[in-house]
C-alpha cells in the first residue's frame, strides 16, 4: 500500500482497535476468576505471536538481529502495562479501572515531549483533559478514592503512554511495524511464561472448560493479535497524543456494548461523557480548524 492510501487507513485501526478491546468487558466474564493473570497474558501473547508469525511469514527475510532488541523494548512495556492493570483491577472496581488507565491520554504528550523533543500544542493538552473528563463520567459513579488498586492502576497508566512512546521510537528508520509487533508478542509472552513460573500457579486442566477456552481464543486472537496489531499499525502512521484519544475509545465503547447487551440504562451523566470524549477527539484530529476564520 501506498503512504497515502496507510495514512488513510491509520485512525479507523485505532477506533478498531479501541471497538474489539470495548467489547472484550462482556466478552470475558469470568476468565479472569479462572486463570492467574500472568498465565493467562501468556496464553494470549503466545497466541498472538504464533498467529502474527504464520501469517506474515514471508516478512521474515526482512528480519535482522536488531529486531530483537527493539520487539523487545516493546515487549516489556506491554507486558508491565498488562500486568500492572490486571493486577490493580482485582484491589480496585472495574469502573475506577478504565478510568484512571485512560489517564495515559494526558501522560503521553508529555512524556512524548521528555523523549522526542516535541513539544505538544495546546490542542493535544486540551483533548487530553477533555478525554479524561469525558471517560470519568463514562465510567465512574458514586464515590471515588484511591487505594491500592487505584495505584497500580495509574503506573500501568504510565506504561501504557510508555509502550505508545516504545512503538515511536524504536519504529524509527523504516523497521517493519509487523516483524516488530511479533517479536513484541513473543518477548512479552517470555517474560509473562517467566512470571507465572516464579510468582502465579498452573491451574487443573479442567478449568479450560469450552466457555473458557472460546473467551481464551477471542481474547488472544482478536484483543491480542488483531487490535495490537492494529495499534501499532496505525500509531506508525498517526502521531502519538492523538493515538492515544481514539484508543481511550475503548472505555465507550465498553460502555456501549454494556448498553446493548446488558441494558445499562442510559443517564445525562452518561451522555455527558460521550460528549466530551467526541468534543476531545475533534479538538485532537481538527484541533477546531473550522471555528477560526480563514485568512487570505
Request: glycine content about 8%; hydrophobic content about 55%.
Amino acid at each position: 500500500m501506498t503512504e497515502k492510501q496507510m495514512r488513510s487507513m491509520a485512525k479507523p485501526m485505532l477506533v478498531g482497535a479501541a471497538l474489539i478491546w470495548g467489547s472484550s468487558f462482556f466478552m470475558m466474564k469470568g476468565i479472569v476468576e479462572v486463570l492467574p493473570p500472568l498465565l493467562l497474558l501468556a496464553l494470549r501473547f503466545t497466541v498472538g505471536a504464533l498467529l502474527l508469525g504464520m501469517v506474515f511469514w514471508k516478512r521474515w527475510r526482512d528480519f535482522t538481529p536488531d529486531y530483537l532488541w527493539r520487539g523487545s523494548v516493546m515487549g516489556a512495556f506491554l507486558f508491565l502495562a498488562y500486568t500492572v492493570q490486571t493486577f490493580g483491577i482485582r484491589y480496585t472496581t472495574p469502573s475506577n479501572n478504565a478510568f484512571l488507565t485512560a489517564v495515559y491520554c494526558v501522560i503521553v504528550p508529555f512524556l512524548y515531549w521528555a523523549v522526542m523533543g516535541r513539544r505538544p500544542d495546546r490542542y493535544h493538552i486540551l483533548s487530553a483533559l477533555l478525554c479524561v473528563a469525558g471517560v470519568a463520567l463514562v465510567s465512574v459513579s458514586g464515590e471515588f478514592t484511591i487505594g491500592l488498586g487505584d495505584s497500580l492502576t495509574l503506573v500501568g497508566a504510565f506504561f501504557y503512554a510508555g509502550h505508545i512512546i516504545a512503538v515511536e521510537k524504536v519504529s524509527e528508520g523504516g523497521k517493519d511495524i509487523y516483524l516488530l509487533t511479533i517479536v513484541q508478542f513473543g518477548s512479552a509472552a517470555v517474560f509473562c511464561w517467566v512470571g507465572n513460573a516464579l510468582f502465579g500457579s498452573f491451574p487443573p486442566l479442567e478449568v479450560f472448560t469450552p466457555s473458557i477456552l472460546g473467551q481464551l481464543a477471542y481474547l488472544a486472537v482478536m484483543c491480542t493479535g488483531a487490535a495490537l496489531l492494529f495499534q501499532n499499525v496505525g500509531q506508525i502512521w498517526s502521531d502519538p497524543a492523538s493515538a492515544s484519544i481514539l484508543l481511550s475509545l475503548e472505555s465507550v465503547f465498553g460502555v456501549l456494548f454494556s448498553v446493548l447487551f446488558y441494558h445499562d440504562p442510559v443517564t445525562p451523566r452518561l451522555l455527558l461523557g460521550f460528549g466530551l470524549i467526541f468534543v476531545a477527539v475533534v479538538c485532537s484530529e481538527t484541533k477546531f480548524s473550522f471555528l477560526r476564520q480563514k485568512t487570505t
